[in-house]
């Protein structure tokens, strides 16, 4: 798949939010890279960027200060090789990218790693 319809799979996902989660996205970039950076890959205690699908770095909604105006915004980042490499068809792909998409945005409010996997 090239970048560009992998970019407008992230997009989709983000456009199909219910606008209760949509209207509350404030100072957040979601972005595409094709791997983790070794430095992205040390936050989560990770050695092979292919384990890696996204990450989210920033302080989550439920822990910003009241002070948090003119913070840099919250980076969302979803790597496109391994999920197109764990994936068999584009299907495949459109969903672990939804997946994916949300899974971050679970972070970015405020979830940790053990409520998202248990939904």
Known sequence: MDRKHFEELVDQALAGLPPEFADRLDNVSVVVQDWASPAQLGKVNL??????????????????????????????????????????????????????????????????????RDI
Do not use: C, W
Request: net charge negative; charged share 30%.
């Open 47 to 116: 050695k092979d960027p292919h384990h890696l699908l996204g990450l989210y770095e920033g302080i989550p909604l439920t822990r910003r200060p009241d002070a948090y105006a003119g913070a840099l915004p919250d980076q969302i980042s979803i790597f496109r090789i391994p999920i197109e490499e764990m994936s068999r068809n584009d299907e495949e792909i459109k969903a672990q990218v939804r997946k994916t998409v949300m899974h971050e945005l679970g972070h970015y409010f405020g979830m940790s790693e053990k409520e998202l």
